[in-house]
């Protein structure tokens, strides 16, 4: 199992990372300045172009409708053929419309959605090539399709009825679920998280186009202040004059060893010549499994975390990257990557088995935990990227805090795994001292404290922070 | 289902097309020149530049040991730990050394592996791609893996233990057969025929090395005469002053309607200002599966259908393509048409559902029928390749012959499915006149009936023409 994460402290930037008082940022819902959103019509037309890495097909892709035409596009929607998108279906608009898939510019069409399966790249029109590993697609049944017709659009709405966005010059194909999830995550066995959310019980046909959304995806849990666009993570890292920008994709809560990483990486950088390498540290939003820490637990970790003071808030960014977690290992570590170029990260960390999990059936990792890396290393489309791999850290008995392991006293350590975690902190009890700073985990005590008794054979359902 | 096949007449070069005696192509077991092999040194060296496409990688591979060599590798090999292969392995030991797979030089190791899981592609030295679609791979299981041990290199075996080749500076990485299946097939369903031929009981390694091969593979079956390496091809098409070369891969007996899409296509190439269009029809020579017609009795039926006179013999080489059969759809199709690069063809034929087949489970076909074609079309490191689309030929009935299928009068057309070819030839019918010539027709009749009748439940065995 991978788990990244990392300890950061007091920060000058509110809107940028975690303010010192435990309430402010999650008693009022704060929005985030829209001014990166307000004219989409000449982002979309710019080429970002302020030192760093370019974004993948040249331009970052934004696809917000412009103020002035909101009303129209609104009552457009109206008139058209409706489809009501799933929470994770919402978070795939989320990510399109800010242009983490860069170039796409909607739900995938069949040439799309067949390039991303055989060759986890797109060709653009010029020849180029970029990344794309995991299909965004969008799957309507037969009623849905039926009642779209022969319109060429359709709306988008939300769990309410109101319209989230306009999918134009609209391509419905078959949506042969089995191999999507076969050549996705390399097995077909069943309990796949992702797999048995989104897919198994999807419609049986994929409506690609391309999108129009009406305003900003929000979600209004007191966390949106976190999820910078990546127009807007590249303005910070403008802002801060980086020269380079490593990111760090962590889903879980994060322990000392984490934090010795971030900051040995800085350090490599800094020795590579690098005058101000900013870190930024992007803990994933959308959809996770059942049995991960939930984003706003993992926020209020990260925050007490933070008060420990371990890293430099001049020089790191933390945000929350919008996209649902495939568990599909080495296909999905290069959405991860590639979703980084696009908000500027011209160096991105990766660890063992990154967006790997068990096997559901049998008893084994589902991936080789060295595959991860290796496949990132060589996936077409990301030659810009500079891939850093995580050096492997671990508690060190002799020195009571983590460290790199040393091979040639592996007496000395010990590994505390994300199960073992989970488990020390579901029955209260403490890590070794060192491990993890005391108020972090008192958060996953109290997580774990807040989850209902789990009936025989029930999971417990899990309750906001 | 896929059939392509055409026919052909009498031939100036008896090398290189059916002599039209019967006897003479199978009585004796007549050898290739080996002019092409005599200098495998040379051959490695030189970059193949007579005016047609370039091989992938620049050059062609070929992996034979000098003549001078060949005791001096011969003795080494005695003395190196034994892999003995499989049918299927000898074929692609076959593959690999007379450069089909250019520029792979061996047996895969894992990166070349993972790399044809996840892009169907790879990166050379120099960032330029070529595709390789079908994992290449030799599996050893762990009794094998542990006689190895510390030892660099390996010596492969045929059946009566003759050294075959050397592998060497060798790499063990684990077999994940479930991966790999799922991702070259897109399903993980039992009952597919080259997964349980040669992965389902294969060992949990795979060893990829670099390959030396201590003499050209034969099969004394009467047909190696047939087994034209890349390289003799590119002599052949050079010395025709070929200026386009068009592939027509082909697993099944030929009929009319083969002959016409090989035909229209030579007068399109005309059209489009080349002036001497040659045709590589290209039987596939490996493995393939138990209900498919075996290749002894399919070239038995290419030569009776030669006899009928549609094609010019001028423009036409026949040669059989030694690799076996995946039955791998979009995937395989890929590498079906890059093998042909290497052996010179600048256009490759793709037709209905190219290299697909029933689904082993379930009652569809198992690949979308349109997908090869679309993902040949836009797979990377084929870019170079011209891909025709195969025009539908069916029967028409009110000329008694096949023709291409005219949309506007539907009623006229009968098509008639390898399944239904199959079921008249078993029971020993003759389909509408003008379908296939009655020699041709006569060949199946007699394969059919020469099969040992079946008990029931079993499948009859074939037997060889």
Redesign the interface.
Known sequence: MASMALLFNKSPNPSLSFPKTHKTHYSTHLKLPLSHHSSPKTHRKIRISCGLIDPDGGKLVELFVSESERDEKKRKAVSLPRIKLSRIDLQWVHVLSEGWASPLKGFMR??EF??T?????L?LGD?S?VNM?VPIVLAVDDSQKGRIGESTSVALVDSGDDPVAILSNIEIY?H?K??RI??T?????PGLPYIEEAITGAGNWLIGGDLEVIQPIKYCDGLDRFRLSPAALREEFTRRNADAVFAFQLRNPVHNGHALLMTDTRRRLLEMGYKNPVLLLHPLGGYTKADDVPLSWRMKQHEKVLEDGVLDPETTVVSIFPSPMHYAG??EVQWHAKARINAGANFYIVGRDPAGMSHPVEKRDL??AD?GK??LS???GL?RLNILPFKVAAYDKTQSKMAFFDPLRPQDFLFISGTKMRTLAKNGENPPDGFMCPGGWEVLVEYYNSLAPAGKGKVPEPVPA
Do not use: C, I
Not at 117 to 121: D, E, G, R, T
């Open positions: 069949e040439s067949l390039q399966l055989h060759f986890n790249s060709r020849g090539v590993s078959k042969n089995e191999e076969a050549r995550w390399g097995t077909t066995a080495p296909t991936y080789d595959h290796k496949v060589m996936a077409p030659e």
